[in-house]
């Protein structure tokens, strides 16, 4: 089966910086997603990582690890407009299907 | 921008009813997704199509069909709505092999 684990909350403060986790457990491996979405909203993309390391994009960074099925998205100098869900997200085959965890709800208070 | 539009943002239904989801995209795209959202559970995936005409079954796709006769066109289809398909539908697209997809504004279902 396919198997996708993240947070369901969490809380940080303006400012600082967190860091989401997902680990996969999944048939096959073809590229890991994040996606923010704001209440009410569409989620829209953040990153892909497929191959191991840490990819940077201004303020938040996505790392992966594919041996030990493990993913995090970094979110730095963390500003009240951050307050979202993070979906995490893989891609298992050679087709354009994600199959999605079920989000972390991230909230950031003055 | 890449623009992809869901026919209603709210919609409320009765038992039985057929219902129709439409969305539309001006990008392109081979690729288009239908996809719930429910609390606790995240995106599921219900149907999915690579190609006019050409469509794959999702994680859960009973209860539902899809029809795509033109590439910017991909409509969502309850034959018998039920209430236990109460919930927020996202559409999305993307080219083939690309890693990003566009998702639509959504639509909520209420179903009575």
């Known amino acids: 089966g396919q198997n996708i684990d993240q947070p369901t909350e969490m809380t940080a403060t303006e400012g600082a910086i967190v860091q989401i986790n997902c680990t996969y457990q999944?048939?096959?491996?073809?590229?890991l997603f994040w996606y923010q979405q704001h209440a009410g909203e569409a989620p829209t993309f953040l990153s892909y990582?497929?191959?191991?390391g840490l990819e940077e994009k201004g303020r938040f960074s996505s790392f992966l690890s594919r041996s030990k099925g493990y993913s995090y998205l970094l979110l730095k100098e963390l500003q009240m407009k951050d307050s979202a869900s993070y979906l995490c997200a893989v891609r298992c085959d050679n087709t354009d299907k994600l199959i999605f965890g079920t989000g972390t709800r991230l909230q950031v208070f003055p | 921008d890449v623009k992809v539009t869901q026919s209603s943002r709210y919609l409320v239904k009765r038992t039985g009813e057929k219902v129709f989801l439409e969305c539309v995209q001006d990008?392109?795209?081979?690729?288009m997704f239908w996809y719930r959202q429910d609390p606790g559970l995240g995106l599921r995936l219900i149907y999915f199509?690579?190609?006019?005409?050409?469509?794959e079954k999702g994680d859960i796709p009973e209860g539902y069909s899809v029809s795509r006769e033109k590439k910017e066109r991909f409509s969502l289809i309850l034959e018998s709505a039920s209430t236990n398909q109460t919930s927020m539908y996202l559409c999305?697209?993307?080219?083939?092999?690309?890693?990003?997809?566009?998702f639509g504004p959504g639509t909520r279902l209420t179903v009575t």
């Open positions: 990008m392109d795209h081979e690729n």
């Open positions: 999944t048939s096959g491996f073809n590229g």
């Open positions: 199509s690579y190609d006019v005409k050409m469509k």
């Open positions: 999305a697209s993307s080219f083939q092999g690309d890693y990003e997809q566009y």
């Open positions: 990582n497929v191959l191991d």
